[in-house]
């Protein structure tokens, strides 16, 4: 697979982080790069990813399968992560996550059948004090997430 020239030009930047003899430092920041060119990552991408820092393909795929940030199967359109850790259960997470669900009419780790929507469930995400909190496409972080938010939230993400 060949990324775009952009991708690989955002990878170099953050190249230049890194001592050159170092390039596996780019690891986290190449993957991300490459799934935000494709919504997602299939190993022929991550491959890619590897490939360009010249490391071995299995170090580029061990990263992307133990970081939930990254997406190794097809997501909707829009991924949303929903904190359940301990302090976000008790402050209405898991609540949020049951509306959520049954608003969208999946569980977790699944897709709408119109591919627009993905819900997982996070771990903590470090905003505990606000609670509900979600993660939309691992860039945007809601706080505060009653149902009236949570509607709104839908609906701006189907448009």
Not at 39 to 45: I, S
Not at 59 to 65: G, K, M, Q, S
Not at 132 to 147: A, D, I, K, Q, Y
Request: net charge negative; with cysteine; aromatic share 8%.
């Amino acid at each position: 697979m060949k990324l775009s020239e952009n991708t690989y030009r955002l990878i170099d930047k953050e190249l230049t982080k890194y001592p050159a003899d170092q390039k596996i430092s780019a690891v986290m920041a190449g993957l991300r790069i490459a799934q935000v060119e494709l919504g997602w990552l299939p190993t022929d991408a991550i491959e890619a990813v590897a490939e360009y820092l010249e490391i071995q393909p299995i170090a580029a795929y061990e990263v992307a399968t133990f970081y939930n940030m990254y997406d190794t199967k097809k997501v909707g359109k829009s991924k949303i992560v929903v904190c359940t850790n301990l302090p976000c259960a008790l402050s209405g997470g898991t609540d949020a996550a049951e509306y959520l669900k049954k608003k969208l009419g999946i569980d977790y780790n699944e897709t709408t059948k119109d591919g627009l929507f993905t819900l997982k469930e996070g771990e903590c995400m470090g905003a505990c004090g606000d609670s509900p909190v979600m993660l939309v496409n691992n860039h945007r972080m809601c706080s505060f997430m009653s149902t009236e938010k949570i509607d709104a939230l839908v609906e701006e993400l189907k448009s």
